[in-house]
């Protein structure tokens, strides 16, 4: 399956940001932009059309929670869902961002099977 769409995985962590990449090249999708932080990553979204964005939460400059709320606060990228993965597991925190407009959340470690399933489920791909 070869999907053309736009995502954008925002993650201080290369390494992390590479499983991400990896993963979703592996089920299709070949267009996968990369920030290391919200402050780069809002500068990338303004200049290419994303389809979803997977960011996390801990980042130096801009974390996921203040890019989430910029993003929101736009009438232009407001739409855009975002998947959220993390290592912040405590309700109050999940509650949080989803609050704040995260669309799902998936907490670190995870497979890539949960990183396929909630990427297609966002974006409307039936399996």
Known sequence: MDLDLTLITVDDSLTMRRIIKNTLN???????????????????????????????????????LEFIKTLKASNEFKDIPILMITTEAAKEDILEALRHGVNNYIVKPFTPDTLKEKTFKLLGINT
């Open 26 to 64: 592996k089920v299709g999708f070949k267009n996968i932009l990369e920030a290391a932080d919200g402050v780069e990553a809002l500068d990338i979204i303004a200049n290419n059309k994303v389809n979803l964005i997977i960011t996390d939460w801990n980042m130096p400059e801009m974390d996921g």
